[in-house]
């Protein structure tokens, strides 16, 4: 056994030492490349990150215990959507569709029907004069009873609300080539009172 | 040489180390934080490249404005577009394809909003 002067290090100890600050210092860099751009500040995003997620810094970091499935529509040709709810963990209330292209989601930050009583994605391809695809999903408070969707030719869809009161819409192909896109929706409470109406453009 | 040997092998962790930084993915912002958007206003992102490729878009705004997020080929054409009041966050099935990020404010009122996308990093030396 080589004993040791008192403050003498042990080469490989320093050794160790060196190479756990380099690599330290490299994960620091590397983490702040992550969270900072190279050219402007990111910003720092009411809601955050998916734990583990492939885009760790950038998606809403959803509290997953308070996820809940609203329904799974079929939207023909083997396609399929999911509709559910989750609250970030920063208090947000979020609403998701996951579909074979994508998933999108829309969050709020004083809950759902605070400021109207549905809430809903608009998700198109093509564009941004002509869609090719185009899809109304969304959620109805519980004091609606029925959805209508208004079109831009003036016409109206009389929704399917699903028990949780969800609703999926899809444009036709005679539609989208006319382009007759959504404009709004009309929710009715009971006894088929019309309660709101809410509108957005039809169009990118 | 057990010196040599010991500055050798801090090089390599320290090329390492660089190497992994190098690589990193990031997050970008292209508008805002705190932007005011006027009606029909938008801002876009660079293209990405092989080196580096969009991932998803975000737009974080207010619950009671409306906007859009969506990915431009190089054509111009959109593609995944995702409209909703609130912070709207969009994924891609695939990102193996030139695009550029782009948030729109296409409502009537305006407002404060930040636009900023996740960018995965690939070896492209």
């Given amino acids: ?204 | 040489m057990r010196m040599l040997t010991t500055i050798l092998l801090l090089a390599v962790v320290v090329l390492a180390a660089l190497g992994g930084a190098a690589r990193a993915d990031t997050v970008y912002g292209y508008a805002g934080p705190g932007e005011w958007f006027s009606p029909g206003e938008g801002h876009g992102s660079a293209y990405d490249n092989l080196c580096g490729k969009w991932v998803d878009n975000n737009f974080a705004k207010p619950s009671n404005a409306w906007g859009l997020v969506t990915f431009i080929n190089t054509s111009g054409g959109w593609s995944y577009t995702q409209q909703a009041y609130g912070y709207i966050f969009r994924t891609l099935p695939n990102h193996q394809w030139t695009k550029k990020l782009h948030c729109k404010n296409n409502s009537a009122k305006t407002y404060q909003g930040g636009c900023f996308g996740f960018r995965r990093a690939y070896s492209c030396a």
Wanted: hydrophobic fraction near 40%.
């Fill in chain 1, 1 to 204: 056994m080589r004993l040791r002067k008192r403050g003498e290090v042990k080469r490989p100890t320093l050794f160790m030492a060196m190479a756990t600050l380099i690599v330290g210092l490299g994960l620091a860099v590397s983490y702040e490349s992550r969270e900072s751009p190279s050219t402007k500040a990111a910003p720092r995003p009411a809601a955050a990150r998916v734990s583990g997620s492939r885009s760790a810094a950038a998606s809403p970091e959803l509290a997953i215990e308070t996820k809940r499935q609203l329904g799974v529509f079929d939207l023909g040709k083997g396609r399929r959507i999911r509709i559910s709810t989750a609250d970030t963990v920063d208090g947000m209330a979020c609403l998701i569709e996951e579909a074979d292209d994508g998933t999108g989601s829309s969050c709020f930050d004083n809950g759902f029907f605070a400021l109207r009583k549905t809430e809903f994605l608009v998700t198109s391809q093509g564009g941004p004069e002509q869609f090719t695809a185009l899809r109304v999903v969304g959620v109805a408070a519980p004091s609606i009873r029925a959805v209508t969707l208004v079109k831009t030719d003036g016409t109206a869809v009389q929704l399917q609300l699903n028990s949780e009161r969800a609703f999926v819409y899809e444009s036709s192909s005679s539609d989208l080539e006319a382009r007759i896109y959504p404009t709004g929706l009309r929710l009715y409470g009971g006894s088929r009172k019309l309660a709101e109406t809410v509108t957005f453009p039809p169009a990118g």
